[in-house]
Every structure is written in C-alpha cells, then in structure tokens.
C-alpha cells in the first residue's frame, strides 16, 4: 500500500534494503571528524598523540562497540539522566548524525516551516479582522481587542498541552493534528454569527496554532544530524512569510467586501449599535475562511504528501525498539545513504530489553520528564557561574519584554494604521494597503540577520542590540506621525529591523546555553514569552482607553528596556562552538 495512504503504518528495516553496513566499516560523519579535529587543535593535541585517546580526531575515523560504549557513557555523563532509554538514544542520535543532512530532513525543513508560517498568520489574521468586526457586531475599537486575547488563551493552552501530548501520542498524530484543527476552526471563524462566537472559534484555532513551534521544532531537532543544528534556527524565516501572506490576501479581500471606516461612529441612544449587514460585510469572512483553506492544504501536504517517520525517540520510549532502528534505516534510505545501526548494537551498548526494565517510559513517567525540565535540579545549571547566570536572567527578561511589546504594536497594527496618526479615519483601502507593504520589507530583516550576525566585532549580540534600539525608536517616532506617509515609512522601517531582532535572538538563545539544559533554558524562554504576549491584550486595553498611543509608547518602552538587557549580556556565541 503506498505510504499516503497509511500514513500511520508501521516500519520494518527489510522496508529499506541495502542501508545497512557493518560497525567496523563505518565512518563518521565528515562534521564530526572535522569538529574533533579541531577541538584537538584548540587543546593543543598533536595528530600522533591522537591515538591515545578516544576524544581525539584519529579515533573518530572507525567505531567499535568499545569505543561507542565509551562516548555513550562520556555524553550521559555531562547530562542529566542514565537509563537504558537515555543509552540507546544517544546511540540513535550518533546513527542520525553519520548519515547526515539530506532530502528527508530538507522536506521535514519545509513542513515544518508550515508551523511558524501558520502561527504568525492567524497572529496577524486576527489582527487583520478587528476593524470589521468591530463595525458588524458593533463593539468599540478598545473592547474588540478581547478578539486578540482569546486567540493568545488558545496559544498558550495549546503550546503547554501539544508539547507534553507530543510525548504521550507521538510526534507524528500531533504534527498533523495542529494544523487540521487549526484548518477547521479558521474556515468555520468565516461563519461566526457573533463577536462572542468569533472569539471562542479563534481560541479554538489558537488551540491547533499553539502547538505548532514546540512539536515542530522538537520533531525537526530529533530527526537534524546535530552538526547541521543550526538550521533549527532558520525556520525562523518562515515567521514572516506569514504575516506577508496574510497582509496580501486582506488587502485583496477585506477593503473590497466591507463596509465604509465613516459607519464606525453609528450610535443610538449613546450605545454603538452595528452599523453595517453581515451581507455588505463579507470580507473579512472571505478573508478567514482562505487562511483556513490555506492552513488545510498545509495540512494536507503534510499528511498525504509527504511519509513522516515516527520519533524513533519516542518509538523507543514506548519499547518499539525494531521500529526505532527501522526508523533510522528509513532515513538512510530515503538520503540515499548507509547505517551501522542494528538491534544487536542498541542491546550491546544499552542493555538487552529482557533484562533492563527501564527501556519503556510509562505516560507518567513521560509526563515527569516534560515537566522536570522546569525542576530546580535542571534550571540550577543554568545559574553555574556568574557569566552563564546573568545570561539566563537577561535572556528570560528579553523574551518576556519582546514577548509583550511585540503584540502591543503588531497585533493592533492595523487599528493604528486606520487613524493615520490621530489625523482621521484612512480608507480601508489605504488601511491595508500600508499594511502589507509594511509586512513585504519586513521580510528581508530575517534573511539579512543570517549574515550580520557573523560581522567582526558586532556578532549576534551587536546585531541584536542595534536592531531593537532601531525597532524601539520607529515605534516611538510611528506615534509623532499625522499623515499615512510618515506613517508607513515607520512602521516599514520598524518591520524590518524587528525580523532581523527575532531572527537573531532565535539563534543566540540555543547557543548560549548549555547542551544538557538547553531544552530548559529555551522552553522557560517560550513558556515567559507566550505569557506576557497573553497579557498584551489586556494591556492594549487599558492603556488604549486612557490615550489611543499608549499602547505603542508601551511597546516601545519594552524593546527599549530589551535593549538594554541585550547590552549588559556577557557572552557572545559568534565563532564559539555550542557547550
């Protein structure tokens, strides 16, 4: 049966001849040989003292089972936990590692991709549906940005529950379940009959949406050889690909279908009534149910079009050992490469599964893992030493700070760009015109951040720090604009220089922590992010009603107050190699 059509179909390794080579014939991967070669040069070991030793380059050359046992144990050592389930995954990785990049991981690249796609394009969706939805249900500017609120509830649940379900299911249900429910819901938003229902159907939405960074990226990592780990951080280029493909599709759609910005002001008897009929209305109707269809046929490539493997990590969490290694080869086969890796080796270095007994997580025990990533025992590492616990502490601060200010600008952008700087209502037309150029020149920021950030004497943390001051000042000068012109020459500008701060601050965060905490430093980093960005509505709100450019001044405090934590921070990854 072809693979699209049992998506779920379990794997054998005589799935996938001729892969398979003996340990003694192996050799590693060309990274890694290299990667050791240098850290003897750094240590000062000579090529014929490198034989006295298995850390050095002449020993990466040939495995045994001896030599492998030794490295196993070398890793674990450095880590946290030591089961056999944490042996045989270390030997899994080092499988993974030899066969290296190829088609499988470049597709998974783009799949992926989908997630931080699809999560910036309901973030700026929602967004993008606030002026009409305010004028056809009649609620005021201020209270319609509950709407926001709602969706950011539906990330936050979604992120902590897909993340942890991810372990208990599997990666692959919840890779494709995220963006099926966000599909769903996106087309049936386009039928909401109220304010009320449009904000619990984008919650739902949010629900599926949230899911998307922690299960792709957790996927995408276990499947990456780690010498290419930092592709992880690319998928950050996806992000506003997203907003440029919402702001299009509006611009197309919502000034053509709605109603005139002069029926925002209808009252009756001192109450805002709705001004406008559902059927003059449709257009940000239209607008929903095309990023719903849009979100679907993501899915759609991702289930039908394109075979994922299972987790062979978390194969061999639930025993399914032979499925694991078949996982393995299935990769080989689909790079058009070999393995070493056996049953027979994975018993060897880890222990035989009819003796051990700790092989096989229980869903408690999963669960416990997950959550012990926030146990003092693994967040202490993380404040070892004065540099690395001042890192942590401004790290976590900026994604907070970002984590707000970036919402209390973008996710009303659109609102902002409606008044023209408090000089009167801007057409529709206008509205979201400004608004997709404003998301077409933000685009390049992420790719330009790939290339300042290995500038002599400026690096991750100069570009860092100079975009967010520049951000911070556009959104501070955006306040002083009265006409459409400034106006959209800010926030243009603005767009820009904010992608290169994410895009940058997406590969420093990795980096600078430790390997066996990085799993916790990063996901405390997401978990404060997603938090203050659920408080930015609220926020927005009140500050929005005591004057209409509070809100921005907030944000520009924020990226401000980023700035300075970003100049305080004492270590810089440019050129260091990953600890």
Not at 105 to 134: E, H, I, K, R, Y
Not at 136 to 155: K, Q, S
Not at 526 to 554: H, K
């Amino acid at each position: 049966m072809p693979s699209f059509m049992n998506p779920f179909k379990k794997h054998d390794v005589t799935d996938f001849p001729g892969v398979l080579v003996p340990l003694s014939q192996a050799q590693r991967h060309p990274l890694v040989v290299a990667e050791a070669e240098a850290k003897d040069e750094k240590a000062g070991v000579s090529p014929d003292e490198s034989d006295e030793s298995r850390h050095r380059s002449a020993t990466y050359n040939l495995y045994t089972i001896e030599g492998l046992r030794q490295e196993i144990d070398a890793d674990l050592a450095a880590g946290g936990h030591d089961t056999t389930y944490d042996r045989k995954s270390k030997v899994i990785n080092k499988a993974i590692q030899d066969i290296g990049m190829g088609p499988y991981q470049w597709a998974l690249f783009c799949l992926c991709g989908f997630g931080w796609l699809a999560d910036n394009l309901w973030l700026q969706g929602v967004a993008l549906t606030l002026l009409p939805l305010a004028q056809e249900f009649g609620i005021d500017g201020n209270t319609v940005r509950y709407t926001t609120l709602a969706l950011f509830t539906g990330l936050c649940i979604g992120a902590s529950f897909w993340g942890i379900m991810s372990d208990v299911v599997g990666r692959r249900l919840a890779f494709n379940a995220t963006l099926f429910i966000a599909g769903v819901f996106g087309l049936a938003v386009g039928g909401s009959n109220s304010w009320i229902t449009a904000c619990a159907l984008y919650s739902c939405l949010g629900v599926g949406v949230g899911g998307n960074l922690p299960v792709d990226g957790a996927l995408f990592l276990e499947f990456l050889p780690f010498a290419s780990g930092n592709l992880l951080t690319l998928l950050s280029v996806w992000w506003p690909v997203g907003q440029l493909i919402a702001s299009l599709i509006a611009w197309g759609l919502i000034p053509t279908y709605s109603c005139s910005p002069e029926l925002d002001s209808c009252m009756t008897n001192g109450n805002v009534q709705p001004c406008c009929s559902r059927e003059n209305n449709m257009g940000w109707r239209y607008f929903t149910i095309t990023l719903g269809a849009l979100t679907f046929v993501m899915f759609i490539c991702r289930f039908f079009f394109f075979h994922l493997f299972e987790s062979p990590k978390f194969l061999l969490s639930r025993g399914r050992q032979a499925e694991a290694v078949a996982v393995v080869h299935g990769i080989a086969y689909k790079n058009k490469r070999t393995t070493w890796l056996t049953e027979d080796i994975l018993n060897e270095v880890g222990g035989e599964p009819g003796v051990t007994t700790d092989v096989k997580l229980s869903t408690t025990e999963i669960i416990k893992r997950q959550l012990g990533k926030f146990s003092t025992q693994r967040i202490a590492p993380l404040f070892h030493g004065w540099k690395l616990a001042l890192t942590t502490v401004l790290l976590w601060f900026i994604w907070a700070t970002i984590g707000m200010g970036y919402p209390l600008f973008n996710a009303f952008l659109p609102q902002y760009l409606s008044r023209a700087g408090g000089g009167g209502a801007s057409s529709t037309y206008t509205t979201y015109r400004d608004y997709a150029i404003t998301s077409i020149v933000g685009v390049p920021g992420s790719i330009l951040a790939c290339w300042t950030v290995d500038i002599a004497y400026i690096g991750r943390k100069g570009t860092m720090a100079i975009s967010t001051a520049v951000s911070g000042i556009f959104l501070f000068l955006f306040t002083t604009a009265t006409s459409n012109g400034p106006q959209l020459a800010f926030s243009s500008l603005e767009a820009f220089f904010q992608n290169i701060m994410y895009g940058v601050l997406y590969a420093y965060t990795p980096e600078v922590f430790p390997a066996p905490n990085r799993g916790t430093g990063t996901g405390i980093a997401s978990m404060l992010n997603r938090i203050a960005g659920l408080c930015a509505p609220i926020v927005a709100i009140y500050a929005g009603a005591a004057s209409p450019t509070a809100p921005i001044y907030a944000s520009g405090g924020l990226f401000l107050a980023a700035f300075v934590a970003m100049c305080c921070l004492p270590i810089e990854t440019r050129g260091r190699q990953s600890l």
